[in-house]
């Protein structure tokens, strides 16, 4: 299987700063990358597909980078409703698999 | 708009069997594949298999082959999956998505299935 490991586990930021999270997968995926936002208690929604293609109605400080085996979702400025859990997900191997997730939390 | 309701929350004993709905809405069903993952207490999302709704092809994780059986019914817009020999690992919440290619761009709201004795 592909493992995604996902960097920080933990990231605290001020509203208004920039977050980078990093995503690695243990073998290339290309560019078969998604990233979701998932907030407690709901379902993940998709953010970012094929590395870097926003996802219908996902703000432009939403952006990702990357391809092969290196990632990175980057939020320009932080917004209050920004702060959640993300995940990285490859579909470029079979079986699908996510990232563990990096908490984004307010400092 | 686009909406994916599964049925409720679960509670079964080991050894049983669970079988969850997913009910489409806002768009064609057929032209679209439906995905099953679950997420385990404070853990990752784990995907589980897949349906191809317009001919009713199945895809299974290795990990859950011949114990996860997904179907759909046309009809009616809804995909199920059904998991069977449900051991105390597989509490989880159980999502639903639908996807154009692999990444899943709607997701259902989830579904608990707890499984004590």
């Known amino acids: 299987d592909t493992v995604m490991t996902q960097s920080p586990a933990t990231l605290s930021v001020s509203p208004g700063e920039r977050a980078s999270l990093s995503c690695w997968a243990s073998?290339?995926?290309?560019?078969?990358l998604a990233w979701y936002q998932q907030n407690p208690g709901q379902a993940p929604r998709l953010l970012i597909y094929?590395?870097?293609t926003r996802a219908t109605g996902i703000p432009a400080r939403f952006s990702g980078s990357g391809s092969g085996t290196e990632f990175t979702l980057t939020i320009s400025s932080l917004q209050s409703e920004d702060f959640a859990v993300y995940y990285c997900?490859?579909?470029?191997?079979?079986?699908?698999?996510f990232g563990q997730g990096t908490k984004v939390e307010i400092k | 708009q686009v909406q994916l309701v599964q049925s409720g929350a679960e509670v079964k004993k080991p050894g049983a069997s669970v079988k969850i709905s997913c009910k489409a809405s806002?768009?064609?069903?057929?032209?679209?594949?439906v995905h099953w993952m679950r997420q385990a207490p404070g853990q990752r999302l784990e995907w589980m298999g897949w349906?191809?709704?317009?001919?009713?092809?199945?895809k299974y994780s290795q990990k859950f082959q011949g114990r996860v059986t997904i179907t759909r019914d046309t009809s009616a817009s809804t995909a199920y999956m059904e998991v069977s020999s449900l051991r105390s690992e597989d509490t989880a919440v159980y999502y639903c998505?639908?996807?154009?290619?692999?990444?899943?761009?709607?997701w259902g709201q989830g579904t608990l299935v707890t499984v004590s004795s």
């Open positions: 998505a639908r996807t154009v290619w692999y990444w899943f761009d709607y």
């Open positions: 806002g768009y064609t069903f057929s032209h679209y594949a």
């Open positions: 349906i191809n709704v317009g001919n009713a092809n199945t």
């Open positions: 073998q290339s995926v290309n560019s078969d």
């Open positions: 094929a590395a870097s």
């Open positions: 997900q490859q579909y470029n191997n079979w079986p699908l698999t």
